[in-house]
Every structure is written in C-alpha cells, then in structure tokens.
C-alpha cells in the first residue's frame, strides 16, 4: 500500500506571543504562507475546510489554495471539508475545477454535509432539509465529475438539461471524497456514488471507525465499483516534546470546545478526559515527533487507510507554533511512519 500524508487547517485565528488576537486577514495570509511551507516539509496535500465563524474565519478556502498553487509545484490542493448542503454543487465544480487548473492538476476535494451548521442560516437553508440536501447535492455532483453535458433534476435546485458546465477538466476529474464522522448511511452515500471515504475522527478510539473501513470496501462491491481510498482527518499538534506538545495544545482545545460546545454537543473537556485522548486509544495526535508517529502507523494499520491528514493548529497558537509543527510533522513524523509500516 502506498501512504500518503497531509495536512488540514480551518484557518483557525491565530494570536500573537503575548496572546492578541491576529486580524481575520492577516490569519489568512499566514494560511497561505502554511501552505506553500508545507510542500517544501516534504508534505502530499494540503487543504482548507470551509468555516464561517470569528475564530475559523475561512469562507472562501478554494480562494487561498490558489493562491498556494501559484507558489507550489508538488503538493496537493484541496478542501478539508466543503459543506456542499449549503452550497451549489455547480459552483463547487467550476472552483475547485479551476483551481486543478491554475495547480496543474493538483486539486481534491471533501464535501461533508456540515458538522458545523453555522453556514445553514448565513445561506438561508432550512435544517429540516439537511439530509435531502446533501444526497441530491451529491447526486449532481458525482454527475458533474463525469465531464460532458449534464442533465439532473431534483427538490434543491434548478434543473439542468444537457448543460455544459466549464470549465472542463484536462486530465480527467479530481479525486472527490466524502467526509463522514459516524454515519453509516454517508458510508454507504459515498460508495454508491464512486467517491473516496474521508474518516474524520476527533474524538474516542479511532479502532472503533474499522468498522466503517470495512463497510466502505463492502458497499463499493455491491455497487459494482472499483477500490476507493480511506483517509483518516484527525486534529493534533507537534512539537519537541510530548509535554511542550500538551502544554501549547491544551488549553486552546479546552477553550474552542466551549466555544462549539452547544452547537455540536460536546462535553467541555477536562484535562483528564485531555489526556485520554492524547492517549494511544484516543484521537488526538499531540506530542513529541515519535509519539504521534507511532499513532498515525497503528491507526493508519487498524482502518485499513492510505492516508492521514493531521487537522494542525487551533484558534490562539501562534504563526510561529505552527510553522514549527509543520516542519516536524513533515520531516520527522512523516518519515518516522513510513519506517513503522515499512
């Protein structure tokens, strides 16, 4: 099995070494600055999730990809999660389209039906159609990776009739995935419609998402399509030393838990609970540069997955904290898991 490893960013506000906030723009400047450092790391994608919120001010992610893209040559370019329920699929298609072509053909994307609702009312969708949205938004999506005239009709959008949607792809369509995060049906969702399965797991034992692995390889069987990869997005952060790593991590995650606590129904964390996740049956990937190495290998092993993306950094760590966990991600961790899977 070829591995490939990647990094995901909500665009998470930065703050400066005395803990100011940093302006939304200048966050996403240094975004971008992540982006291309992460290809000269050594990394094999990189990607932006949509967020519409003060302290993941990352609306327009297919924006500052490509503003990546004009400074790289290698690495890859994508969404860490499009919410597609809340947006047009066409409209997806023509960005991220144009982005493969400004990269040379370096573009994916992950479209989620919206963990983070924040962006239902901001566009005006209702919650009660939630998931109607995203099974047809798919639906007509998976159409639109085919290339040639569309015809599509449904209850989301208007219809289209042999349309022709540019611009078209010169090298055949970007790899597509769907983000799941414990829905049997978007398993199956993403099998029965030919994209790759995005496992993203931010909380509990990792092991338990097998099950969905498995289900993923089923399903693309009884529907009559050829394998599909498995990625794991998890959230972590890396520094010299496991206790530097908890110290810089912890209490920005204890702080941007509460603040999406009552929206995504979480329980606000405790240090304890902290340190079970950090654990190796947890799914946070914080500490030195073998800690986290040796997580990623085990779970990369246990999912049956081919590749990892760490979800890097959380509102309040600083420009500089990140550049530093890139650089080990990139040149100690990265390395150190191909060694373990050998």
Known sequence: MTYTFGL?????????????PLSHAQTIRNVVEEGVFAERAGLDFFGIGEHHTDYFPMPAGDVALAAIAARTERIRLGSAVTVLSSDDPVRVFQRYATLDAISGGRAEVILGRGSSIESFPLFG???????????????????????????????????LLNQDVVPHLESGPFPAWIGVGGNPQSVIRAA????SLALAIIGGPP????????????????????????????PG????????????????????????????GFAIPAEASFDRETGP??????????????KIAANLRALGASRFDLKYGLPG????????????YGQQVVPRVRELLG
């Open 237 to 264: 952060h890396v520094a010299a030393t496991d206790e530097r790593a908890k110290a810089e991590f912890w209490p920005r995650w204890r702080e941007t838990i509460a603040l999406v606590a009552e929206e995504r």
């Open 125 to 159: 969708y209702d919650l009660a159609d939630y998931e109607e949205l995203f099974d047809e938004k798919a639906t007509l999506f998976a159409e639109l990776l085919k290339g040639g005239p569309v015809t599509w009709h449904g209850k989301t959008r208007a219809p």
């Open 192 to 195: 029965r419609l030919g994209f």
């Open 281 to 294: 049956d947890g799914a946070l990937y914080v500490g030195s540069p073998e800690t986290v190495a040796d």
């Open 207 to 234: 092991a338990r998402f097998a099950a969905y692995s498995e289900l993923f390889r089923r399903a693309l069987e009884k529907f009559g399509q050829p394998p599909r990869p498995v990625l794991v997005h998890s």
């Open 8 to 20: 995901d960013t909500f665009g998470d506000r930065n703050s400066d070494a005395d803990g100011t």
């Open 317 to 328: 760590l600083t420009h500089d904290q990140l550049m530093t966990a890139i650089e080990l």
